[in-house]
């Protein structure tokens, strides 16, 4: 019986293969002067990241298109630690046009004025052109 339900599960994981979907790492970088004590894509966990920080620790995983379409949106959900209490704070945030070639890792960036941004990219924000760049290192 235990060899029957090892197959059954063996073909459910293979038929996930086909999926339109691939995962992957998370990272977030916080651009404000608080401690992000948790956040999350689409209930994906990412790693807290301190004040001014992030980019440098990456979690798995956030499912993504293969194919990026126009309507692509994920849900970003944050606190901040002990010392900014607050309710949960949560976007919608429009996920920009990218191609299979830029699948690598999920960034999401956040701002002094709750403004979220997120990034499919193979690039760090340390990257010249990055499109996010950190506030006051524009250019």
Known sequence: MSRI?????MALLLAG????????????????NKHIADFSVNGYSGASIYANGGGGSFVCC??????????????????YDEKNPGPPKERVVRVPEYSEGDIGFFAVH???DDT?????????????????PRPGNAG
Request: charge should be positive; charged fraction near 15%.
């Open 5 to 9: 339900f090892k197959l059954l599960t």
């Open 17 to 32: 293969c086909g999926s339109d979907n691939v995962g992957v790492e998370l990272c977030g970088l916080n651009y404000t």
């Open 62 to 79: 956030v499912l993504v298109p293969h194919r990026w379409n126009k309507d692509l949106t994920v849900t970003v959900t944050w606190s």
């Open 110 to 112: 956040f701002y002094p």
């Open 116 to 132: 979220v941004k997120v990034l499919v990219t193979t690039k760090t924000n340390q990257y010249p052109g990055y499109p996010y």
